[in-house]
């Protein structure tokens, strides 16, 4: 269960990709960009399940990279994302790069020295949704795992076999002797997959993103990888942030809920508050496109309360983002209409740690952006 | 991939195999040549025309072409090793005029004239004998006398009278062929075969050194042939019945005849057997053409991964220069370069071959790199802290490199084939035997215009067959180590 | 848009380049250059003329003296070479005129040692030579390829495949010389290269023409229609012809409406880029071989008389006609294949 340690805080994070430009831009002096995240705040705590859930598009990947520093710095716009590593780790990067620690935290940005950057790497890590492409073709399993420790200096090679050893071992794939030595191409999906797990554990980190890492499983094996992923936060007390567009499957495994629209959080809270009692908009369309688990129902054609596409993240509707698509805008009293035209709705509180973006919620309130 | 397996995979396609095959002959041949010969002095040698005379015949087609062959006569005369025959002795004052013949009598059995007759005719004489007079004569199957030196005095104790070299040094047969034609022994040949023969035209086509076997028609006369030698000179005293001619006088004949065909490939028209000059420029076509592709692939494609890693203007910048110096025409640039430093040295050609070739990869290997870069797997390499140069050589090469090695196997015709082209532009190294050179030789001395196919047919065959040999492994090779790449 | 405008950009700067290393390469030469063309000014303005016929000798060779000092000064040619440098490729970009040591017109103004002219009058010569050769090409190759490509690994992609090998192995120029022999001294079908022709008189060039053009097109085709045959591969598997497949099409149909469609900006291209591509490779020496007057046997006859003037022109114009098409090209692209027009 998590602690109350705060152990990644995110502030107003955004990632904004420039796009080539058109002559007609460039005399213009127009620069474009594609806004990928557009001002993400949040704070996971040791031990914690983080959910990201939203459309595809919406900046998920984005977010999860970013806070693992995989995005170049030049395209960080705006924000800090703070790490507090293990006492060790914070040792050395004061030591090395003393500019980037703040207070127990270490601000992810403004690291700059390599040693200092390891610690990181090796806290942080990461496991992808495509268990097809995260592993070197080229490359045996063992050598996959091995892999870390090399880099980080583990220069002993029984060591590294020992470790190997218990990371397969951790992740099911047993007996390890098996499969260490087979190319990925011989392995299933699912059996990938725990490997790209092994090789994010073999580190020993406090802190992992798993990026839809079940997406493109089948459906029998899912289950199978998130007890693994379940187990490591009880055994070892990592935190995971789990991004998904699954939110049935959010609500199983999820503490924590938070439901992006266009690069920006829409929703944040505790996941079956979030799930059983939506407030925002989006998230009630989202809920409502869920399939029903009742098969008596299945066939009722429901109402999925939301219109249009997706817009381009280049062109975010100014106010809301959300208003071209929403319905409670259509319903809504000409005072909040106003509102959702003209200015961006902050995070407003509806609850025990649940916070809504909409003007439906801001009325009473003042903006208060989650700490 | 491992080399075993991929060796496997070409060996399947029926292309792959006689690439290979071909490949493996070419290569020992290569070897062979250079570590079985005096390699260095062989290709001196064959760079200088003027070390061929009297070697092998010249502008020879090879002798499977030619239904039939003339007859080799290799005759070495010394008179003094001769029963002479006395022809005339008698007294004239206080003087003894002789006259003396030497002859010899051999039989010319070819069906075919021969390409032209190397002749070496030296005379030793004492220097108090008086009115010395040389005469050589062939006495033909068909009874008729061919003068071959008209009665000629000689002045001087020891004179080479036909042949190359005096004085010092031994002397060399000369081919009758390349005598002018004012020369005396040329005339006087020509004017004892004129009568016969007729056609005027046919008299300078086929030369002396074909005219002394030929009857009419220009047809070859089988039979048996005489050579005699006669010496006419007086002694002062008495006639006395010593028959030891030779401390008067002796003269050493060298006669041969150079066949209408030469081994496998003929011969050009310095008398250079085409086959040794394929087999001497072998070496020199892998030298060149794998010192420009290593080097272009190595360079092109280092540069293409790493203006896949740079970013922003970075990567603008290096794909402005690659664009910029694709856009640089080769051969006039190598015409200049050649022409203006006028070092014709080879290092200097290949070496701006290299400058120039080497954005062929970029543009291939850069997108592939790119592709490579968007793997989940690179991402997963750099989040557990793999760096830039860890990424690049373990990651991203290792992927790259067995299509480089296609891609070199691929460009290895292209400078053989621009340095054939300076060659034949007169702008090539002249220390190094190429098969362009030799075709321009034979462009030269009009081997097309005189119908000597052979002393270009070979060469550009043999340019031809090197180049197949890697395209053809190349296109092996290609669909086995490229990756599926989407074009755009 | 965009693209075009960098292509534009790249010209100049290519030119640029070129220009400065030729330059550079033969500045020295040039200087000798120019310091003759002094000499036979002096020579003229002094030595010969009336007006100082009776003057003493070494009068006369002081006022040479002076005169020499004098333009070496106007010409710039007592600057540092990275002066002369720019001096020299500024003539160059404005085609200030440079005569030839050997070589002369024939056709324009016949007689005339401008290297510029010399170079012109044999332009047409390639350009009719290489385009009707690519047309023809074309008309071969386009059917061959769709032939080849209708059933990968039949014979008809086998002969190809092995043609377009063959062809890039042999030195064109190499093939000419066979090509001579076998026709016209073997069999005696086409008249010799060593016969006189009227290059101002169309119809004997156009019978000179005949061997050059089959030689070019015998060699070009293979290549070709290979390219063609993996264009329309490539477009084969792609997944909009695999519908259109499974919508019940017939293959002519696909074939015609699909994939020719898709295919033909790349084919085109790929054609005339050979074509504009044998002007500045060895192709272009198949024309001395040939005794063809047009810029290849310029090549050799510039190197064969060391006429640098005249390799420095002839580098300089082939280099700009090259640029000058490829651009043409890219631009010709762009306009056919709507696919690189909307991005
Ligand atoms: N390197 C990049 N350069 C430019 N645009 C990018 C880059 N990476 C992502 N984007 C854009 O940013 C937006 C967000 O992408 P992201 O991958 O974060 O979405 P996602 O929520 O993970 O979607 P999915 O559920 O499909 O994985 C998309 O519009 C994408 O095109
Ligand atoms: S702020 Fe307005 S437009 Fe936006 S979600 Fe709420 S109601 Fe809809
Ligand atoms: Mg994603």
């Known amino acids: 269960m998590p602690s109350t340690e705060r152990l990644l805080v995110v502030e107003n994070l955004k990632v904004w990709f420039p796009v080539r430009r058109s002559l007609a831009d460039i005399i213009r002096g127009r620069r474009l960009y594609v806004r990928a995240v557009d001002g993400v705040s949040f704070t996971i705590s040791r031990g914690e399940i983080f959910c990201l859930a939203g459309e595809s598009g919406c900046g998920k990947t984005t977010t999860g990279k970013a806070v693992l520093r995989l995005i170049d710095p030049d395209f960080i716009r705006d924000g800090r994302v703070l790490f507090r590593p293990s006492d060790e780790g914070l040792k050395i990067v004061k030591s090395y790069d003393p500019g980037a620690v703040e207070g127990e935290f270490v601000n992810v940005y403004k690291v700059s020295d390599k040693r200092a950057l390891k610690v990181l790497r090796k806290e942080m890590q990461v496991v992808f949704q495509d268990p097809f492409g995260s592993l070197n073709p080229r490359y045996r399993i063992r050598q996959i795992l091995e892999e870390p420790l090399i880099i980080h200096g583990v220069k002993d090679q029984g060591e590294r076999l020992k470790r190997v050893y218990e990371a397969l071992e951790a992740v099911k794939l047993v007996p390890p002797e098996e499969f260490m030595n087979r190319y990925p191409h011989q392995l299933s999906g699912g059996q990938r997959q725990r490997v790209a797990i092994a090789r994010a554990l073999i580190l020993n980190p406090s802190f992992i993103v798993a990026d839809e890492p079940v997406s493109m499983l089948d459906v029998s094996i899912r289950a199978e990888i998130l007890e693994i992923l379940l187990s490591l936060r009880d055994q070892y007390s990592i935190s995971i942030m789990f991004i998904t567009h699954d939110l049935a499957l959010a609500k199983h495994i999820c503490d924590t809920l938070a439901i992006m629209y266009l690069g920006k959080i829409v929703e944040i809270g505790p996941a079956e508050k979030v799930i059983d009692e939506p407030k925002h908009p989006y998230t009630k369309a989202l809920i409502a496109a869920i399939p029903e688990p009742d098969p008596r129902n299945r066939l009722k054609v429901r109402e999925v309360p939301i219109k249009g596409e997706v817009p381009s993240a280049i062109n975010i509707p100014a106010g809301c983002r959300f208003r071209p698509r929403c319905v409670a805008y259509d319903s809504a009293s000409r005072d909040v209409r106003s509102l959702c035209e003209s200015r961006e709705p902050g995070l407003f509180r509806v609850g025990d740690r649940h916070y809504v973006s909409c003007w439906l919620y801001g009325g009473r309130s003042t903006p208060n952006p989650r700490p | 991939m491992s080399a075993a397996e991929i060796l496997r995979e070409i060996w399947r396609c029926w292309t792959g195999r006689i690439a290979l095959i071909l490949l493996i002959i070419q290569l020992c041949l290569a070897v062979w040549v250079v570590v079985s010969t005096d390699y260095a002095a062989l290709s001196r040698k064959y760079l200088d025309e003027t070390a061929w005379l009297g070697e092998y015949p010249r502008a020879v087609p090879p002798c499977w072409a030619v239904p039939h062959h003339a007859d ?234 790493l203006a896949a890693f740079a ?87 290792p992927q790259i490199l067995p299509y480089l090695v296609a891609l070199m196997v691929l460009g290895i015709p292209d400078p053989i084939i621009i340095e054939a082209a300076l060659a034949f532009l007169g702008l090539s190294d002249p220390t190094v035997p190429t098969w362009g050179k030799m075709l321009e030789w034979a462009w030269k001395e009009h081997a097309v215009l005189n119908g000597w196919w052979w002393s270009f047919l070979f060469p550009g065959l043999a340019l031809t067959v090197f180049c197949a040999t890697f395209l053809m492994l190349g296109r092996a090779l290609e669909p086995i180590v490229a990756p599926k790449l989407k074009s755009r | 848009m965009r693209w075009i405008i960098s292509k534009l950009l790249t010209i100049p700067i290519v030119l640029l380049v070129v220009i400065l290393i030729l330059v550079s390469l033969t500045s020295s030469i040039l200087d000798q250059i120019m310091m003759k063309q002094i000499e036979i000014e002096i020579r003229r303005s002094v030595i010969t003329n009336p007006q100082y016929a009776n003057l003493p000798m070494e009068q006369k060779m002081k006022i040479a003296e002076r005169m020499k000092e004098e333009l070496i000064k106007a010409l710039g040619l007592d600057k540092p070479w990275y002066v002369k440098v720019f001096m020299y490729a500024y003539s160059l970009l404005t085609f200030k005129p440079i005569y030839a040591r050997v070589l002369t017109t024939r056709i324009i103004d016949p007689g005339s040692p401008n290297a510029y002219l010399i170079v012109l009058e044999r332009i047409p010569f390639t350009v009719v030579l290489f385009t009707t050769s690519a047309i023809i090409t074309l008309c071969l190759a386009i059917p061959l390829g769709l032939l080849a490509a209708r059933k990968p690994g039949g014979l008809i992609d086998k002969i190809i495949s092995a043609w377009s090998i063959f062809s890039i192995s042999m030195p064109w120029w190499w093939v000419a010389m066979v090509m001579i022999w076998l026709f016209c001294y073997e069999w005696r079908i086409f008249p010799g290269p060593e016969h006189e022709t009227d290059w101002a008189n ?90 063809w007057y047009g810029i290849g046997l310029l090549f050799w006859d510039a190197v064969v008389a060391n006429d640098i003037p005249v390799v420095l022109v002839l580098v300089y114009i082939s280099t700009l006609l090259y640029l000058l098409t490829r651009f043409a090209l890219d631009i010709l692209y762009t306009y056919l294949d709507p696919r690189i027009r909307r991005a």
């Not at chain 2, 062939?138 to 030196?149: E, G, Y």
């Not at chain 2, 040094?169 to 020509?190: E, F, H, M, Q």
């Open chain 2, 72 to 305: 080799i006569i290799q005759l070495k005369l010394n008179t003094s090793t001769m029963k002479p025959e006395i022809v005339e002795k008698r007294q004239v004052g206080r003087y003894t005029r002789y006259v003396v013949k030497w002859s010899y009598q051999f039989e010319y059995k070819g069906h075919a004239l021969p390409s032209d007759t190397l002749l070496l005719l030296v005379v030793k004489r004492l220097p108090d004998l008086k009115a010395y007079k040389l005469e050589v004569k062939l006495l033909r199957p068909d009874n008729s006398t061919v003068a071959i030196l008209a009665k000629t005095p000689i002045t001087k104790e020891y004179v080479v009278v036909v042949g190359i070299g005096g004085a010092k040094g031994k002397p060399k047969p000369v081919a009758l062929n390349t005598l002018p034609s004012d020369d005396p022994v040329y005339r006087s040949i020509v004017d004892s075969v004129s009568p016969l023969i007729g056609d005027e035209k046919l008299l300078t086509e086929l030369g002396p050194g074909k005219l002394l076997w030929a009857g009419r028609g220009g047809k070859a006369l089988l039979g048996t042939y005489e050579i005699s030698v006669v010496a006419s000179f007086y002694v002062k005293g008495q006639p006395s019945s010593d028959t030891n001619l030779s401390k008067y006088t002796s003269v050493y004949l060298e006669m041969q005849t150079l066949g209408n065909c030469y081994g496998l490939m003929g011969t050009d028209s310095v008398g250079r057997p085409i086959e040794l000059g394929i087999l001497i420029g072998l070496p020199w076509s892998f030298v060149i053409s794998f010192y420009v592709t290593f080097l272009t692939t190595m360079i092109g494609g280092f540069y293409g991964i």
């Open chain 2, 311 to 397: 970013s922003g203007w970075r990567a603008e910048l290096l794909m402005r220069i690659a664009d910029t110096v694709y856009s640089i025409p080769l051969l006039p640039i190598l015409i200049v370069v050649v022409i203006v430093t006028r070092s014709y040295s080879i290092w200097l050609i290949l070496t701006t071959m290299v400058a120039l070739l080497w954005v062929g990869p970029v543009v291939v290997v850069r997108s592939m790199a790119l592709q490579i870069k968007s793997q989940p797997y690179i991402e997963a390499a750099k989040a557990i802290g793999a760096s830039n140069a860890r990424i690049l050589f373990r990651y991203v090469l």
């Open chain 3, 202 to 291: 169309p119809i004997s060039v156009a019978q000179r023409a005949a061997l050059p053009v089959i030689t070019v097109v015998m060699m070009s085709t293979g290549v070709v229609a290979y390219r063609i045959r993996s264009i329309l591969l490539d477009i084969l598997t792609e997944d909009f012809i695999t519908t259109a497949r499974a919508k019940g099409l017939p293959e002519r149909m696909i074939l015609r409406r699909y994939v020719l469609r898709v295919a033909a900006p790349p084919i085109v291209t790929i054609v005339l880029l050979s074509i504009v591509l044998s002007i500045v490779s060895g192709a272009i020496i198949t024309e001395a071989v040939f005794n």
